[in-house]
């Protein structure tokens, strides 16, 4: 195990590269929820950990409008939970770093090393919690527009879109969720959804049953985004029957499901089908010494409580790993 002391006086702090030198006991890949809760739990044990991430702290957390289910907190939003779980998370003499993971390979002696888009780094043991990213249509006009009137996120471009007419496309409880944090801008919020019935929990959709914003289109499909300049309109094909609709719109917002941010682990790891990780009850991989956490995981609940709840074991897991190496 290296001492903490050694690791903490130079190692502190957010910084944007680093040398080949660098050794950890712990590297925790992602810095949502699972591994800020991981982070903080081998720091706390002494152990010299380091936290990578790509983007923002605070994962998907960070882009969710308000959130009523985790534990301690009546409503909160998203990008206040994220700060709160960033700060708590480093308060223990973490280090943390801003790249991307690009490779975990075999090192020496046992230990892993952990190529980044800024350098590489050298760990006994790695926990992965690096989560999900939205899925996207794949339909014409989707990529050319991103940015100019397609989003994925309601809460990064919601207020751009005051007094427009938008659409949210998806049945679960992300997309209800996140068109009614829409309606507190748009003037009215289409949900267009491809079967007659949403995915999301009761409790979500009778809230956005009450919401007099929001108008619901079941049965069809986008077929095509459509504009200038910026997004114009949508072309809604109904399942079934073939039919065309053209529904005017300025901002179309795209929930229809997340895929596991896992291509790094490829070669290094067995993944199923979907990308998913499958671990034991304590997160340990196949791999002796990897771990991993939170959504990137093959199971059934995705949620911030069971998130943090993984990261957790994970950590302690990882530390009984490095303590007997
Ligand atoms: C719109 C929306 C609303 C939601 N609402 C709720 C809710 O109300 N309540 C609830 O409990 N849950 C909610 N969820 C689900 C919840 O946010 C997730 O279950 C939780 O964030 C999962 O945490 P995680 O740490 O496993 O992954 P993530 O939150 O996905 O974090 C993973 C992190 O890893 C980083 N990363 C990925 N690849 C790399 C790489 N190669 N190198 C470095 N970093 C990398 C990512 O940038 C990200 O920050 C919602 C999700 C969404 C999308």
């Given at each position: 195990m290296l001492t903490r002391v050694a690791q903490t006086g130079k190692q502190k702090g957010r910084t944007e590269g680093f040398g080949m030198q660098e050794q950890f006991d712990v590297a925790v890949v992602g810095g949502g929820p699972a591994g800020m809760a991981a982070a903080l739990y081998t720091s706390r044990a002494k152990l010299a950990t380091v936290i990578i991430e790509s983007n923002v702290f605070g994962g998907q957390v960070a882009v969710t409008g308000v959130i009523e289910n985790y534990p301690g907190f009546t409503s909160i939003p998203g990008t206040e939970l994220a700060q709160r779980m960033?700060?708590?998370a480093m308060?223990?003499?973490?280090?943390?770093?801003i790249a991307e993971v690009e490779a975990v390979l075999p090192g020496e002696g046992g230990r892993f090393v952990v190529r980044t888009?800024?350098?590489s780094l050298g760990a006994r043991s790695v926990i992965v919690a690096t989560g999900c990213r939205h899925r996207t249509l794949g339909v014409p006009g989707e990529k050319e527009f991103q940015s100019r009137g397609v989003s994925y996120c309601a809460v990064c471009d919601g207020p751009f879109y005051e007094g427009a007419d938008v659409v949210v496309v998806g049945g679960g409880d992300s997309a209800l969720q996140e068109a009614a944090f829409?309606?507190?801008y748009a003037s009215s919020v289409t949900i267009v959804h491809r079967r007659q019935e949403f995915r999301a929990s009761t409790s979500v959709?009778?809230?956005a049953r009450h919401n007099p914003k929001l108008r619901f289109v079941l049965g069809r499909v986008v077929e095509e985004i459509r504009g200038d300049d910026g997004v114009q309109e949508v072309a809604l094909r109904e399942v079934g029957s073939g039919k065309v609709d053209v529904l005017p719109a300025e901002g179309v917002f795209i929930y229809v499901g997340m895929e596991p941010s896992t291509e790094f682990l490829r070669g290094a790891l067995p993944l199923s089908g979907d990308g998913l990780i499958a671990t034991d009850q304590r997160m340990r991989t196949v791999v002796p010494g990897l771990f991993a956490a939170g959504d990137v995981r093959a199971k059934t609940t995705r949620q911030i409580a069971t998130a943090v709840g993984e990261g957790v074991e994970a950590a302690l897991a990882a530390a009984e790993f490095v303590r007997e190496a």
């Open positions: 960033h700060e708590a308060r223990f003499g973490a280090a943390e770093r888009s800024t350098g829409l309606s507190q959709q009778e809230k």
